[in-house]
């Protein structure tokens, strides 16, 4: 595809369920970034993907919060042991390096019930 | 306190008005972003600074490094300018946004 894309685009779920979200950037695109942004808020970042590789974790929430890129492309955030403050959108962005603007996909909407 | 600082929160102007939206910071950063969301929730990147100026279309982005304060400009403004427009800095390993602005352009 054309652009960034997101899986899926909305989600609901049980407080307490694991859920995988996945992001497919651009092809070629070596930069991949993890957002989220809950109802009513700003955006907050994530976690940020140069390759397969994430250098700094700390943005992420909690422990209860992974996510791993395979293969340069794909890039999955998994949350374990959902609770109701995770509901969210979930964003993904990539870009061709660290010196370009950066592509966003659609996003996840999570609804943690 | 924020890392990043917006204002006005919200704007409403007439068609055809020149708009500035501005941004302060209180890290350091290796560049700063602005963002556009639109009422549907999608993001588009306008503009990446780490000094300067830069200008697209009506649409003009500034940045002082030193008084650590970027601004948005749009000439011309059109309703279809509406939409939340987002700072966001890069510290280097991490990005922190600013609360965004609300801008209403009426006919």
């Known amino acids: 595809g054309a652009g960034v894309s997101q899986s899926p685009s909305n989600k609901v779920t049980e407080k307490g369920k694991d859920v995988e979200l996945r992001c497919d950037p651009i092809?070629?695109?070596?930069?991949l970034y993890w957002y989220r942004q809950s109802l009513g808020q700003g955006l907050e970042f994530l976690i940020y993907f140069q390759g397969n590789s994430a250098p700094d974790k700390s943005g992420l929430p909690s422990d209860r919060f992974s996510a791993e890129r395979t293969g340069g492309s794909v890039s999955t955030l998994t949350i374990q042991r959902t609770q109701q403050e995770d509901s969210a959108v979930y964003l993904c962005?990539?870009?061709?390096?660290?010196?370009?603007?950066?592509?966003f996909g659609p996003g996840t909407r999570l609804t943690v019930l | 306190k924020n890392e990043v600082e917006q204002s006005p929160q919200n704007l409403t102007a007439q068609e055809g008005e020149f708009i500035t939206i501005n941004c302060s910071y209180s890290v350091g950063i290796s560049a700063l972003h602005w963002l556009q969301q639109h009422p549907g929730g999608g993001i588009v990147s306008l503009f990446m600074?780490?000094?300067g100026k830069k200008k697209h279309g009506r649409l003009i982005a500034t940045i002082n490094i030193q008084e650590k304060h970027s601004s948005l400009h749009i000439t011309a403004s059109h309703p279809r300018d509406s939409a939340v427009y987002i700072c966001?800095?890069?510290?280097?390993?991490?990005?922190?946004f600013g609360t965004g602005t609300s801008l209403t352009v009426i006919p």
């Open positions: 092809s070629g695109h070596t930069a």
């Open positions: 962005a990539s870009s061709p390096s660290r010196a370009i603007g950066q592509f």
């Open positions: 600074l780490s000094s």
């Open positions: 966001a800095v890069n510290t280097g390993n991490q990005f922190y």
